[in-house]
């Protein structure tokens, strides 16, 4: 297994490699949008993106960290997604992803990561709470497209 952080513009084989992990996050993306998703996420060095990946370069999963600023609470680091192939469950990769953005966040100088998981995500929410995170919150997500 080996964790690297994309740190380079994005080309057609990455986004290949990261569309069905989307997908399986639930969050499906065409080809062109993913590939300007991830070219802004790398342009910008405040955020990180770590991939795991195995057999000859074969992309298992994924994490992306960012800094989220706040008035009201300390600075954190959000792990807005973490993914891993669900053909590779159980294998460590999770865990690997999020120690490496752990790690990241340290290098930054933050002391604490965060992140959002879905209600129903029941088995990623004891994943989480092995790895010692807590559930600190629970809230309703509202959006709006002005």
Not at 29 to 51: G, I, K, Y
Not at 77 to 105: K, N, P, Q, Y
Not at 125 to 143: Q, V
């Amino acid at each position: 297994m080996k964790i690297r952080q994309l740190q380079r513009d994005p080309g057609p084989a990455d986004v290949a490699a990261l569309m069905p992990l989307c997908e399986q996050l639930g969050h499906p993306v065409s080809p062109s949008e993913l590939a300007e998703r991830l070219a802004d996420v790398l342009a910008d060095a405040r955020q990180a993106l770590f991939v795991c990946e195995v057999d000859a370069g074969a992309l298992v999963g994924w994490i992306h960290a960012q800094p989220r600023p706040s008035l009201i609470h300390p600075p954190v680091v959000e792990i807005t997604a973490l993914v891993v192939d669900r053909r590779s469950h159980r294998r460590g990769f999770g865990r690997a992803l999020l120690e490496r953005a752990e790690r990241w966040a340290r290098e930054q100088g933050y002391r604490t990561v965060m992140l959002r998981s879905a209600i129903g995500r029941e088995d990623a929410h004891r994943f989480y709470a092995r790895l010692g995170y807590e559930m600190t919150s629970t809230s309703l997500k509202f959006t709006k497209q002005p």
